[in-house]
């Protein structure tokens, strides 16, 4: 069969008709020898290659090759040249099955490695997969991206994303919807998990929008963060609700089953995504996002982020959900008001280029003249794919109740 099959690949149409699905690991010993020869050709030269040009080129690739060889390759050559027709249909159900069967074995094989406990072979696993998966189905390459104008604005309206509950930020930037991946970064004690918790459990938040959230925490023992939430929502302080804890807990029951927090510190990529299959979330914060683990080997750190930052974007798109990564700014930022994607801490700017929003957080340095602590808070767009429009706004924090306010 390799030898039929060969036959009908000396023809350039009929090789780049079903190229996706030629392996050399397809072909056996030295067919598979002159498989790599004739693909090699027809990528070079974009037309049929006869039996007689697929020798020639084995003598200019091998050089030194023995008689013996020559006579094998050339044995082959005319074992393909006369071989039986077979209809291109059939030869391309043939490759077709041939190909199923060795994505089968690969997978097999990186099954076996991750029982040896090679954790990298999921990630591997995971790519194969997405690779093959359109293989499997009629058409394998889908439908085309629709021309229906309604549907295109029906996806990138803002009527399929979860508003900003801060009217200054919202008039510019309306919020963040299903497979959009946005980041949120801050110097220490400048308010980032606040300013999240403000967006998912404040007022007019996420949350009150009827939004699913997952809020993943690997730094802050999110027991902590979910009373912050309790107070965003309330509006009462920890005095407030130690003092009333049945009101507040009346009042939190409207978003309760809504927000979701879990302490993730020393998970990897692949079991916060198994997590993320199981809630089935509308919105995704992950704080820190940097302090996620995924496998690989990395030359430097910012290798290592630009690479987490892709995947965290491939997950919001499988998963068709709004993830908003939060990370700290660099040393450069420090008493900076305007914070721009450069100064994000550690990726150079591998992190940006893998985000459709960017919002800095910054603030002034010290406290007012009167020595009471500032709470102005400037928000800065230095990115932003959804609406196109960049700048700073400024609000203030109440961080007694966990709110961003305008």
């Not at 049929?48 to 082959?76: C, G, H, R, Y």
């Not at 459709?356 to 603030?363: A, K, N, V």
């Amino acid at each position: 069969m390799d030898q039929s099959i060969l036959k009908n690949l000396l023809s350039s149409t009929f090789y780049n008709e079903n190229k996706t699905k030629l392996k050399r690991s397809l072909f056996a010993d030295e067919a598979a020898d002159i498989y790599q020869i004739l693909i090699d050709a027809h990528e070079k030269y974009q037309h049929d290659i006869t039996a007689k040009e697929l020798m020639i080129l084995f003598s200019l690739k091998n050089p030194v090759a023995t008689a013996a060889e020559k006579d094998v390759i050339q044995d082959l050559v005319s074992a393909i040249e006369y071989a039986d027709d077979i209809s291109e249909d059939v030869a391309r159900d043939a490759i077709e099955n041939l190909w199923r069967r060795e994505i089968g074995r690969e997978i097999a094989d990186l099954g076996i490695n991750m029982s040896e406990g090679n954790y990298e072979a999921m990630n591997r696993l995971r790519s194969l997969i997405e690779r093959s998966l359109d293989g499997y189905l009629p058409d394998d390459f889908g439908e085309p991206t629709t021309d229906d104008l309604e549907e295109l604005l029906a996806e990138t309206g803002d009527d399929a994303r979860w508003q900003f509950n801060i009217n200054t930020l919202s008039r510019h930037v309306y919020g963040i919807g299903p497979a959009e991946f946005g980041i949120i970064f801050a110097t220490p004690e400048t308010g980032k998990t606040a300013f999240t918790i403000s967006l998912l459990a404040g007022p007019g938040g996420f949350c009150e929008q009827g939004a699913k959230v997952l809020y993943l925490g690997n730094e802050e023992v999110t027991k902590r963060t979910k009373l912050r939430a309790y107070q965003a929502w309330t509006g009462m302080d920890r005095k407030k609700i130690t003092e009333n804890a049945p009101e507040a807990t009346r009042k939190y029951t409207a978003i309760k089953d809504r927000l979701i927090m879990k302490d993730i510190q020393d998970w990897d990529l692949d079991r916060i995504e198994a997590y993320i299959e199981k809630i089935k979330p509308d919105c995704v914060v992950i704080d820190q996002a940097d302090k996620v683990q995924i496998a690989g080997q990395y030359n430097a750190g910012h290798e290592r982020l630009r690479e987490l930052y892709r995947r965290l974007r491939e997950t919001a798109k499988r998963y068709e959900c709004a993830l908003l990564a939060v990370s700290q700014a660099s040393a450069e930022a420090d008493g900076k008001t305007r914070l721009t994607y450069t100064m994000m801490e550690g990726s150079k700017i591998g992190k940006a280029a893998e985000s459709d929003l960017i919002l800095g957080l910054g603030r002034h340095s010290g406290d007012n003249e009167d020595n009471q602590p500032d709470t102005t808070r400037f928000i800065t767009v230095s990115k932003n794919k959804l609406s196109g429009w960049h700048g700073t706004i400024v609000c203030n924090i109440e961080p007694e109740v966990s709110r961003y306010v305008a």
